[in-house]
């Protein structure tokens, strides 16, 4: 039998939504694992919401996630890896939605992006992006509908959280969202979530994404959170070489991803004060700083 790891338990979603599923876990490991003809061969991993166990088959290593099968993300993530079919994302072999279980190529779990040195993990997680950069399928969400919609909210939020920047920041956020809405973009396949923590070291290609969520529209939509992930390593000076050398290697547009990161930070920044986030916003105000003065 499974063991499942005590600070699992502890996670926060847990708190909310009981250990019913936790406390059935050792029993459906030990179904999956039978029924798909698996040997857990390591220790469990976690997120905070999924079990990641290593596994084998037929000698050939594989990682089982198992997801609350009530996650209402899983559909969303097995169609965006079943779209990417491994290229630039961990490689899908096996879903079945109904226990919320996957089955998954397995990755070097102790080796992220955020192992390296950011001199060298940026130009790999913007050739990354660039390598996720296909044409995108029909029906999913868009990046011109957040951009529409912080268009509309942000001066309104700006107000109900008490002015949290100075006036002329908030000017400058709604600029760059208004260029980003008149100007032409793109129609690209997007991973809405790409930060180093999710780029794993991988033998089929050197670097994968794991958990990839499946957008269309402008590659540059998510270049704020590569910066904002590891923005406490980073003098002044080096979010704007970072921020040159994601637009460089990746092959983007510099003035709209300027305007990406400004817009990103400033709705993340409304988001997390909302949720009562302490350590994110003050990094998406510094964001705001170095990109409008």
Avoid: K
């Amino acid at each position: 039998m499974v063991e499942i790891p005590e600070s699992f338990r502890a996670m926060p979603r847990w708190w909310h939504d009981g250990t019913a599923w936790l406390d059935q876990l050792p029993e459906l490991i030990t179904e999956t694992c039978r029924r798909l003809r698996l040997t857990v061969d390591g220790p469990a991993r976690h997120g905070s919401n999924a079990l990641v166990l290593p596994v084998r088959r037929d000698g050939l290593p594989y990682v089982l996630r198992l997801n609350p099968p009530d996650d209402h993300d899983l559909p969303a993530q097995v169609a965006a890896l079943e779209f990417w079919a491994g290229r630039g994302t961990v490689l899908l072999h096996e879903a079945d939605p109904a226990v919320g279980a996957m089955l998954l190529e397995r990755l070097d779990g102790d080796r992220s992006l955020s192992s390296l040195p950011l001199a060298e993990a940026v130009p790999i997680i913007a050739r990354v992006m660039r390598r996720l950069a296909v044409d995108p399928p029909e029906g999913v969400p868009t990046t011109d509908s957040w951009l529409r919609s912080g268009a509309e909210r942000f001066g309104r939020e700006w107000e109900e959280l008490d002015r949290p920047f100075p006036a002329r920041l908030l000017d400058g956020v709604l600029e760059a969202t208004g260029r980003l809405i008149t100007e032409p973009g793109e129609d690209r396949a997007v991973n809405g979530d790409l930060h180093h923590d999710q780029v794993l070291a991988g033998e089929r290609e050197p670097w994968l994404v794991v958990d990839p969520v499946l957008i269309r529209g402008d590659i540059e939509y998510d270049l704020a959170r590569i910066l904002w992930s590891r923005l406490d390593e980073m003098a002044d000076q080096d979010v704007h070489d970072h921020l040159r050398t994601v637009v460089e290697v990746a092959g983007l547009r510099a003035e709209r991803a300027r305007c990406w990161v400004i817009f990103r930070a400033a709705d993340y920044l409304f988001w997390g004060l909302r949720h009562g986030l302490t350590e994110d916003p003050p990094r998406c105000r510094r964001l705001l700083d170095l990109l409008l003065t």
